[in-house]
């Protein structure tokens, strides 16, 4: 098993910024994509960015240009940067992991932009 702890997130005003990072620990081999999805009430969880293994990463078009996922493999620990928020980022962040066809979740972290 594997086992992911998100942090970082809080309450910030418009156009502020947050940093999220999600740590895996447990039976780690060889974890392969990591990621940050969101989910706000009432609707489907959804993608916000994906980082391959070797660092390719993928955004949902709402948060290119103001989001940056980066991982660090030695720390099995990836993070999501988080620039210019908007009250509709405003929502639980789920992390996300692979290792060997097995997806991993973390339990989440609420972000709040609100003045």
């Known amino acids: 098993q594997v086992q992911l702890v998100e942090s970082g997130g809080g309450l910030v005003q418009p156009g502020g910024s947050l940093r999220l990072s999600c740590a895996a620990s447990?039976?780690?081999?060889?974890?392969?994509?990591m990621g940050w999805y969101r989910q706000a009430p009432g609707k489907e969880r959804e993608l916000v960015a994906q980082i391959s293994s070797g660092g390719r990463t993928n955004y949902a078009d709402s948060v290119k240009g103001r989001f940056a996922i980066s991982r660090d493999n030695a720390k099995n620990t990836v993070y999501l940067q988080m620039n210019n928020l908007k009250p509709e980022d405003t929502t639980v962040y789920y992390c996300?992991?692979?290792?060997?066809?097995?997806?991993?979740w973390g339990k989440g972290t609420l972000v709040t932009v609100s003045a």
């Open positions: 447990g039976r780690i081999f060889n974890i392969g994509p």
């Open positions: 996300n992991a692979g290792q060997l066809g097995v997806m991993y």
